[in-house]
Nanobody
Framework: VQLQASGGGLVQAGESLRLSCAAS????????MSWYRQAPGKQRELVAS???????SYADSMKARFAISRDYAKNTVYLQMNSLKPEDTAVYYC????????????WGQGTQVTVSS
């Protein structure tokens, strides 16, 4: 399975961005797609997830501003980010887990999001 992330860029505080991540290859029905982010000098953190059944979950600090969705026909997951803040600056990675107990995982290459004040 390969993941291709896109949509990052440089924006000003308060603006919006939508990230996309397209998955290709053999994707099994039972899966979860997620977005993580890693800021300089910090650990990678989970931003949001969406299961193959459509259930979503978010990091508490982002649930009011971010929305995750997926297009099943295109095997693509999106992250709509609104009211961006400088502290949202990070490399954003998409992740796909599948299999029993989500034992298999694949990562995208990351897309840079920079928010200027």
């Amino acid at each position: 399975v390969q993941l291709q992330a896109s949509g990052g860029g440089l924006v000003q505080a308060g603006e919006s961005l939508r990230l996309s991540c397209a998955a290709s290859g053999s994707i099994f029905n039972n899966n979860v797609m997620s977005w993580y982010r890693q800021a300089p000098g910090k650990q990678r953190e989970l931003v949001a997830s969406i299961t193959s059944g459509g259930s979503t979950s978010y990091a508490d600090s982002m649930k009011a501003r971010f929305a995750i969705s997926r297009d099943y026909a295109k095997n693509t997951v999106y992250l709509q980010m609104n009211s961006l803040k400088p502290e949202d600056t990070a490399v954003y990675y998409c992740n796909l887990k599948w299999g029993v107990l989500y034992r298999y995982a694949s990562w995208g290459q990351g897309t840079q999001v920079t928010v200027s004040s």
